[in-house]
């Protein structure tokens, strides 16, 4: 109940406060490149059910047809604008809304695509008992993710073997450990992070 209360009641300030700030940005994405102001992609969350999360686009129109992963902060497909975005995270904004109609968290098992929770094992799919987060645990550790698979020889199998078993051991860890005052400390290590980068 704290959590949630946590979540609506922060969401919307955010989304109070930083408007101008994110019509700024549609304004920019609009000028930069063509295509829709938010990619709106289907993901998988609590209870194993599909939702929509939204963000700002960061990469051209049918992007997605050249492959699910990206590679690397200097992959062809990003544009100019959608680098900014990514690099400071402000490409996650648009996630207040997710978090505000409850279909995330600010703290919790970053959302995945169905294609890859398809690989999952029937004890993996103990993380859908929570809502997916904006950032956690595995987020922290995977925060230069899309280099780590440019440097790969093969993406995709590196993702699918290597990456999602270890964040799904992460995003376990956080699940027996989660209370308010830990989202907190996790949001706050976020923050710094991203500062910082």
Same mark, same amino acid.
Do not use: C, W
């Given at each position: 109940? !704290?959590?949630?209360?946590?979540?609506?009641?922060?969401?919307?300030?955010?989304?109070?406060? $930083?408007?101008?700030?994110?019509? $700024?940005?549609?304004?920019?994405?609009?000028?930069?490149?063509?295509?829709?102001?938010?990619?709106?992609?289907? *993901?998988?969350?609590?209870?194993?059910?599909?939702?929509?999360?939204?963000?700002?686009?960061?990469?051209?129109?049918?992007?997605?047809?050249?492959? $699910?992963?990206?590679?690397?902060?200097?992959?062809?497909?990003?544009?100019?604008?959608?680098?900014?975005?990514?690099?400071?995270?402000?490409?996650?904004?648009?996630?207040?809304?997710? !978090?505000?109609?409850?279909?995330?968290?600010?703290?919790?098992? *970053?959302?995945?695509?169905?294609?890859?929770?398809?690989?999952?094992?029937?004890?993996?799919?103990?993380?859908?008992?929570?809502?997916?987060?904006?950032?956690? $645990?595995?987020?922290?550790?995977?925060?230069?993710?899309?280099? @780590?698979?440019?440097?790969?020889?093969?993406?995709?199998?590196?993702?699918?073997?290597?990456?999602?078993?270890?964040?799904?051991?992460?995003?376990?860890?956080?699940?027996?450990?989660?209370?308010?005052?830990?989202? @907190?400390?996790?949001?706050?290590?976020?923050?710094?992070?991203?500062?910082?980068?």
């Amino acid at each position: 109940m !704290i959590k949630r209360a946590f979540d609506v009641v922060f969401s919307v300030i955010g989304l109070v406060l $930083l408007a101008p700030l994110l019509i $700024l940005i549609a304004i920019i994405i609009k000028l930069d490149s063509k295509g829709p102001v938010l990619f709106i992609q289907g *993901r998988v969350g609590k209870n194993n059910k599909d939702f929509k999360i939204f963000k700002f686009r960061t990469m051209r129109v049918q992007s997605h047809k050249k492959g $699910l992963l990206t590679l690397g902060n200097d992959d062809s497909r990003i544009t100019k604008t959608g680098y900014f975005l990514r690099r400071y995270k402000i490409d996650e904004f648009p996630q207040l809304i997710n !978090i505000l109609i409850g279909d995330m968290s600010f703290v919790g098992p *970053r959302p995945e695509l169905r294609y890859y929770v398809n690989f999952y094992n029937e004890d993996d799919m103990g993380i859908f008992a929570v809502r997916p987060g904006i950032t956690g $645990l595995a987020s922290l550790k995977y925060r230069n993710e899309v280099e @780590l698979l440019k440097a790969a020889e093969n993406p995709e199998d590196f993702f699918i073997n290597t990456i999602i078993p270890d964040k799904l051991k992460f995003n376990k860890e956080y699940i027996k450990r989660r209370n308010f005052f830990f989202d @907190l400390k996790l949001i706050f290590i976020t923050i710094i992070k991203v500062i910082t980068k």
